[in-house]
């Protein structure tokens, strides 16, 4: 690796950024299902993608494994944030599997807007990206009523029965930019179109975007920590660069690639919503040893949402 001399002197730190109020949900849910069954606990796929968080619950007893069928029968199962099809449902219940439902609320408010336009006749357009878990367990809801197009040259190139029957609906973790566009696309290919109430993409997606928006403006370099499975992360490099911004997506400050820091002098960072803050604390301490003590926040709003966790679980507590 080549060494560069460090000329960073300013350090902006996007808010808000990290845990959403899902992820937070989400986590706890396993954390407090390890504290009131004990290990094992089984977690269908990432309970979310961030892989310091899923090293940190596999060290306290928690068995991520890919599908519901390799659990044991009767043992305590978590469903990840990114939500279920109903034959995974199905599945677990064959199984008598003791399932806990971390679905994030958000989530499960697409697979109701899914199931509510399906039933009422309509073909539904989901916008997202193939092979995500949200888009599996959201198809999963009625897959005979459901087409996924992920840009506006999949909506140029669909073909639907009934141009008049069609709704649309959003992966909860897409680039809102990117999801305008393919939207005002759909409605000019098929102006009867119908949509959800409420935007399917989240707050926190949203308001991370924004953050990022304004960072990458002031700032040569955006440095966005978070893993590479996680939608909303990339989302934010992409629109770091798209603002003027370089950017680079790192797991922890360990991946920090020195050459990327030259000529910076204002370095930008922010953080996935299922990113824990102590990696966002760990690489500003890096640059801290390193003399750069202009350290500030750059806040574009402020967050309050919190979600209730699941009957299953409330009322136990967990010990971080």
């Known amino acids: 690796m080549a060494v560069v001399t460090n000329t960073v002197e300013k350090i902006l730190l996007a808010a808000p950024r990290g845990y959403c109020a899902g992820v937070d949900r989400a986590v706890q849910t396993v954390e407090r299902a390890l504290a009131r069954y004990g290990p094992p606990v089984y977690v269908r796929k990432e309970i979310v993608h961030n892989k310091h968080v899923v090293e940190q619950l596999r060290a306290r007893g928690a068995i991520f494994v890919e599908s519901e069928t390799e659990v044991p029968e009767g043992s305590v199962t978590v469903f990840s944030a990114h939500g279920v099809a109903p034959s995974v449902h199905?599945?677990?219940?064959?199984?008598?599997?003791?399932?806990?439902?971390?679905?994030?609320?958000?989530?499960?408010k697409v697979h109701v807007e899914a199931r509510r336009f399906a039933a009422d006749g309509y073909m539904v357009v989901l916008v997202g990206h193939d092979g995500h878990e949200e888009v599996e367990g959201t198809m999963g809801e009625a897959p005979d009523n459901m087409v996924l197009v992920q840009t506006e040259q999949d909506v140029d190139e669909l073909e639907l029965a009934d141009p008049e029957k069609v709704a649309y609906i959003s992966q909860t973790t897409l680039s809102v930019d990117e999801t305008r566009g393919i939207i005002e696309r759909l409605r000019e290919r098929f102006p009867a179109i119908v949509g959800p109430r409420t935007d399917d993409i989240c707050y926190a997606t949203t308001n991370r975007q924004?953050?990022?928006?304004?960072?990458?403006?002031?700032?040569?370099?955006?440095?966005?920590?978070?893993?590479?499975?996680?939608?909303?992360?990339l989302r934010l490099v992409e629109v770091a660069r798209d603002y003027g911004a370089d950017a680079h997506l790192i797991d922890n400050a360990r991946e920090l690639d020195e050459a990327w820091l030259e000529g910076v002098q204002t370095l930008g960072i922010s953080s996935g919503a299922s990113a824990p803050e102590e990696l966002v604390q760990e690489l500003v301490e890096r640059f801290r040893?390193?003399?750069?003590?202009?350290i500030s926040e750059l806040t574009v709003t402020r967050e309050d949402v919190r979600f209730m966790l699941p009957k299953a679980i409330r009322g136990v507590g967990a010990a971080r």
């Open 210 to 233: 924004a953050a990022v928006r304004q960072l990458a403006t002031q700032c040569e370099l955006v440095l966005v920590i978070g893993s590479r499975n996680s939608s909303n992360s």
């Open 289 to 294: 040893a390193r003399g750069v003590h202009d």
């Open 90 to 108: 199905q599945n677990a219940k064959a199984r008598r599997l003791r399932t806990i439902d971390a679905t994030c609320p958000l989530v499960t």
